[in-house]
T-cell receptor, first 115, second 114 residues
């Protein structure tokens, strides 16, 4: 298995809702990432998990809450989002944190719309 | 701070022409460089990964070169096809305080005209 799987592919949520995005990989990668991408912009890093521990939080608002239950799973819990949070949310993984020999594998993304 | 620039931002070419996409970066202390393809509303697909010690990588019609000292990479796509229409993103891998970071360019938006 050489894929990063993200669910759901599309999500529409109200500003008072609570929802979660899920990301899964079975490549044995030990670093996992959440990115946010707005239209016609490059992806922006939100969070990094290294060996299941949060190692980078790019000053993301607390209405986004990441979770790494095990080495294969990464969740992003969403609560009280704003319309400006509407974007494509991408999950990625890489083999070894701190190693430069490996590339990143990205999932197909979740298209989030906040109404 | 590492800055990654991709030129041109957008281009259209007739089918069959070779594509040349350029990426430049300001800090040569990179670990590797990765070219991605992104279709509208979709995720990123890795095309080629070039280690900092390598000069080029090839896969089918794709060839990417890396000149770390001058901070440049070029992606060549031979004999372009309409299916090559997409946005191509260049990203350099940095190592910072025990963590990897990817620094992305803004992309080359390519349209191949049948």
């Amino acid at each position: 298995d050489t894929e990063v799987t993200q669910t759901p592919k599309h999500l529409v949520m109200g500003m008072t809702n609570k929802k979660s995005l899920k990301c899964e990989q079975h490549m044995g990668h030990r670093a996992m990432y959440w990115y946010k991408q707005k239209a016609k912009k490059p992806p922006e890093l939100m969070f990094v998990y290294s060996y299941e521990k949060l190692s980078i939080n790019e000053s993301v608002p607390s209405r986004f809450s990441p979770e790494c239950p095990n080495s294969s799973l990464l969740n992003l819990h969403l609560h009280a989002l704003q319309p400006e949070d509407s974007a494509l949310y991408l999950c990625a993984s890489s083999q070894e944190p701190g190693q430069g020999s490996y590339g990143y594998t990205f999932g197909s993304g979740t298209r989030l719309t906040v109404v | 701070k590492q800055e990654v620039t991709q030129i041109p931002a957008a281009l259209s070419v007739p089918e069959g022409e070779n594509l040349v996409l350029n990426c430049s970066f300001t800090d040569s202390a990179i670990y590797n460089l990765q070219w991605f393809r992104q279709d509208p509303g979709k995720g990123l697909t890795s095309l080629l990964l070039i280690q900092s010690s390598q000069r080029e990588q090839t896969s089918g019609r794709l060839n990417a070169s890396l000149d770390k000292s001058s901070g440049r990479s070029t992606l060549y796509i031979a004999a372009s096809q309409p299916g090559d229409s997409a946005t191509y993103l260049c990203a350099v891998l940095l190592f910072h305080y025990g963590n990897n970071r990817l620094a992305f360019g803004k992309g080359n938006q390519v349209v191949v005209i049948p």
